[in-house]
C-alpha cells in the first residue's frame, strides 16, 4: 500500500469490531510509528499507554465522548466499540509542552495501524482528570489524545464539500459521509 492509499483508507472510524484483539506484537508496531516521527526540537516528550484488554478498555470508554457532530449518537454500542486505545501523554519531566508532536504522532500511528488492516479516530474530547485517575497515571503525565483502534465496522465515505457544508454526516444505512474541500479550493497559490 502506498502512502495516497494509506491516506484515503485512514478515515476516522467510530464503530468497530471490538471482539478482534489487536495482538501485542500489532500494537507495538503501531507505537513504534510515533516513536519514528519527527518530534519539534527533537525532544520526544510523548509516551503512550497502550490498552488492548477488555479491563483496561472498560475504564478508557467512559471518559471520551464520540462524534460531536452526531448528536443523537452518545458512542458506538457495546459490541461496537474499540477493542485497543492509544492514550497520548506529554511526560512533562522532559518538557512542560510541545510544539505538534501529538498531531504528527497520531497519524503516523493511525497510518500504521491502515497498513496492519486496522483503523482508528484520534479523541480530543477527553475528560482528562477522571481518567488520568481511572488509569492511575502519575501527575507527571499529562494526557492529550485518546487513539481508539480496532477493526473498522462502519463504511466512511469521503465527497466533495457542496456549500461550504463541512460537518460529517450518517446516514440510515450506517455509512458516515465526510465532505472534503475540493484541492483548488486549498491552493491558493502556484509558481
Not at 37 to 43: E, L
Not at 139 to 164: C, H, Q, S, W, Y
Request: charged share 30%.
Amino acid at each position: 500500500m502506498d502512502v495516497r492509499e494509506a491516506l484515503h483508507r485512514s478515515r476516522s472510524y467510530r464503530r468497530f469490531y471490538q471482539d478482534v484483539r489487536i495482538p501485542d506484537k500489532d500494537m507495538m508496531i503501531i507505537a513504534d510509528a510515533a516513536r519514528l516521527s519527527p518530534s519539534g526540537r527533537n525532544i520526544q516528550a510523548l509516551k503512550f499507554l497502550l490498552s488492548n484488554t477488555e479491563e483496561v478498555n472498560r475504564r478508557i470508554y467512559p471518559h471520551l465522548a464520540w462524534a460531536g457532530y452526531l448528536t443523537d449518537w452518545d458512542g458506538p454500542d457495546e459490541g461496537e466499540r474499540p477493542s485497543a486505545y492509544i492514550v497520548q501523554l506529554l511526560d512533562t519531566d522532559i518538557a512542560p509542552g510541545i510544539l505538534c508532536d501529538d498531531g504528527i504522532t497520531a497519524q503516523s500511528m493511525l497510518l500504521q495501524a491502515v497498513e496492519l488492516g486496522y483503523g482508528g479516530c484520534i479523541i480530543a474530547a477527553v475528560k482528562r482528570k477522571e481518567l488520568q485517575a481511572a488509569l492511575e497515571l502519575p501527575e507527571r503525565f499529562k494526557i492529550l489524545n485518546v487513539i481508539a483502534l480496532g477493526r473498522p465496522k462502519e463504511t466512511v465515505v469521503i465527497e466533495p464539500m457542496k456549500d461550504g457544508q463541512y460537518r460529517y454526516s450518517r446516514t440510515p444505512d450506517g455509512v458516515h459521509h465526510v465532505p472534503k474541500r475540493d484541492l483548488e479550493d486549498l491552493v491558493i497559490k502556484k509558481f
